[in-house]
T-cell receptor, first 109, second 115 residues
Framework: DAKTTQPTSMDCAEGRAANLPCNHS???????VYWYRQIHSQGPQYIIH???NNETNEMASLIITEDRKSSTLILPHATLRDTAVYYC??????????FGTGTRLTVIP | AAGVIQSPRHLIKEKRETATLKCYPI?????VYWYQQGPGQDPQFLIS???????DKGSIPDRFSAQQFSDYHSELNMSSLELGDSALYFC??????????????FGPGTRLTVL
C-alpha cells in the first residue's frame, strides 16, 4: 500500500471548518483514498473515500488533487465530538487497512 | 442498524494462558478483519478472511490463529499469552474486499489485559 503523510496534530475552533491534509505521492491508479477516524479507544469509524473525484457525504467532504498525490478532508462545522485521530489510508478497495500515525484533531470550544 | 459485535468486551488473563476472541460481522458481510492496537499505538492489521478462507495475513504472531465459520463469525485464538499481547483487538467486516470500493465497519473492540 502507498504511504501517506499527515500532520501529527491540529487544532480547530468549534463551529469552524477543519481541513486535514494528506500526502500520498506514490498512490497507484487503482487505489482509493480512505479516511477513518478513531475517537478515544473506540473502533475506527469510516468517514469517506474517493478515487479521483471530489466526494461529499453527511459527515465530510474529500478534495483530491488532479494528480491524486494529495487530498484534504474537510469537516465543515467542527464540533467537540469531532475530536479524534484522523487516518488517511490508500487502498485498493475494502482491503486490509494499514494505519499510519494519523492526525490528532482537537476541537477547541 | 446492526453493527459488528465482539465478545467479550474485556478479558483478563495470566501469562501463558490462552484466550479466544469472537467477532460477529454485519449481516451479509462475508469479509472479516482483525486488528491489534497496543497502548498509545495505531491499529495494526493481523489477518483477514473472505468466505471462510484466509485472504491476507499481516503481523500476526505464530501463537495466534484465527478462522471464519460457516455463519461468517470469526474467532481469534491466542495461546501462550505474553504481557505484550495486552491490547485492544478490533474486528471489522465488509462486503467482498475485491468488489467495488467499500468501507470496513469496526466493532467496539475487546480489551485484553495479560497479567
Amino acid at each position: 500500500d502507498a504511504k501517506t503523510t499527515q500532520p501529527t496534530s491540529m487544532d480547530c475552533a468549534e463551529g469552524r471548518a477543519a481541513n486535514l491534509p494528506c500526502n500520498h505521492s506514490t498512490i497507484s491508479g487503482n487505489e482509493y483514498v480512505y479516511w477513518y477516524r478513531q475517537i478515544h479507544s473506540q473502533g475506527p469509524q469510516y468517514i469517506i473515500h474517493g478515487l479521483k473525484n471530489n466526494e461529499t457525504n453527511e459527515m465530510a467532504s474529500l478534495i483530491i488533487t488532479e494528480d491524486r498525490k494529495s487530498s484534504t478532508l474537510i469537516l465543515p462545522h467542527a464540533t467537540l465530538r469531532d475530536t479524534a485521530v484522523y487516518y488517511c489510508i490508500v487502498a485498493a478497495g475494502a482491503n486490509n487497512l494499514f494505519f499510519g500515525t494519523g492526525t490528532r484533531l482537537t476541537v477547541i470550544p | 442498524a446492526a453493527g459488528v459485535i465482539q465478545s467479550p468486551r474485556h478479558l483478563i488473563k495470566e501469562k501463558r494462558e490462552t484466550a479466544t476472541l469472537k467477532c460477529y460481522p454485519i449481516p451479509r458481510h462475508d469479509t472479516v478483519y482483525w486488528y491489534q492496537q497496543g497502548p498509545g499505538q495505531d491499529p495494526q492489521f493481523l489477518i483477514s478472511f473472505y468466505e471462510k478462507m484466509q485472504s491476507d495475513k499481516g503481523s500476526i504472531p505464530d501463537r495466534f490463529s484465527a478462522q471464519q465459520f460457516s455463519d461468517y463469525h470469526s474467532e481469534l485464538n491466542m495461546s501462550s499469552l505474553e504481557l505484550g499481547d495486552s491490547a485492544l483487538y478490533f474486528c471489522a467486516s465488509s462486503l467482498p474486499w475485491f468488489g467495488p470500493s467499500s468501507e470496513q465497519f469496526f466493532g467496539p473492540g475487546t480489551r485484553l489485559t495479560v497479567l
